[in-house]
């Protein structure tokens, strides 16, 4: 079976510093992995997605995640944190055979202090 | 594209009784799932239909069923609920075109169920 593991419920970081969520997966086949970001009152929306192309993936509002396979990781980052990217993160994996299924984290809390 | 919309936003239902949730997705989005998110944890895969058929099914009893329609409707029936019900409920479709995995959510029905 697929799990990720997110490490820190809720992460504070200052406006203008690094962002850095971590995720560990757990796969026993290649796997897919995602990251997702929800609002509040909105649903997920997805920021990057790691297919087993480039092991550095770009996504959207300056994030990105490194895939790691020695450390089982996919931690995303941001350079410069900004008060608009408050919000719940999570990290998911699929398998690679087709299946929508994602399985899901129990995801961070992003708090920006200004 | 403009999204997944979700009915009702809020419901409160007690124990034992029945609840039909809906969602609408675009043209062309022939997969849609549905998550089960309860407080403070990630979405859950409850199930996936594609061209109006069930292909894959998560952890959930029976009393969970859905509907797909050829309009690109879907709908989730719950019975029989109970208090452990209680939850965000996302449904999450997929264009044809897109790549695998690459969902689009809508902002959910959250159900309390008293």
């Known amino acids: 079976a697929q799990s990720v593991t997110q490490l820190g419920s809720h992460v504070s970081v200052s406006e203008g510093a690094l962002v850095l969520l971590r995720c560990n997966y757990s796969s026993s086949v290649p796997p897919y992995l995602f990251w997702y970001v929800q609002y509040p009152n909105q649903g997920l929306q997805l920021l990057l997605k790691?297919?087993?192309?480039?092991?550095l993936v770009k996504g959207i509002n300056g994030f990105e995640a490194e895939f790691k396979k020695s450390e089982t990781s996919f931690h995303l980052t941001k350079p410069s944190a900004h008060m608009s990217d408050a919000a719940e993160y999570f990290c998911a994996v699929s398998d690679n055979f087709g299946n929508e299924k994602l399985t899901f984290g129990t995801g961070t809390r992003l708090t920006i202090i200004p | 594209e403009t999204g997944v919309t979700q009915s009702p936003t809020h419901l409160i239902k007690t124990r034992g009784q029945q609840v039909t949730l809906r969602c609408s997705s675009q043209?062309?989005?022939?997969?849609v799932s549905w998550y089960q998110q309860a407080l403070g944890q990630g979405p859950q895969f409850i199930f996936q239909?594609?061209?109006?058929?069930?292909?894959g099914r998560g952890n959930f009893p029976p009393r969970f069923s859905g509907l797909q329609f050829p309009n690109y409707s879907s709908e989730l029936n719950v019975n029989a609920l109970e208090l452990d019900d209680s939850a965000l409920y996302l449904c999450a479709s997929r264009h044809t075109n897109s790549g695998a995995n690459v969902l689009t959510f809508g902002a959910g029905s959250r159900l309390t169920v008293l």
């Open positions: 043209s062309g989005h022939n997969t």
């Open positions: 790691y297919t087993s192309a480039a092991t």
């Open positions: 239909y594609y061209r109006e058929e069930e292909n």
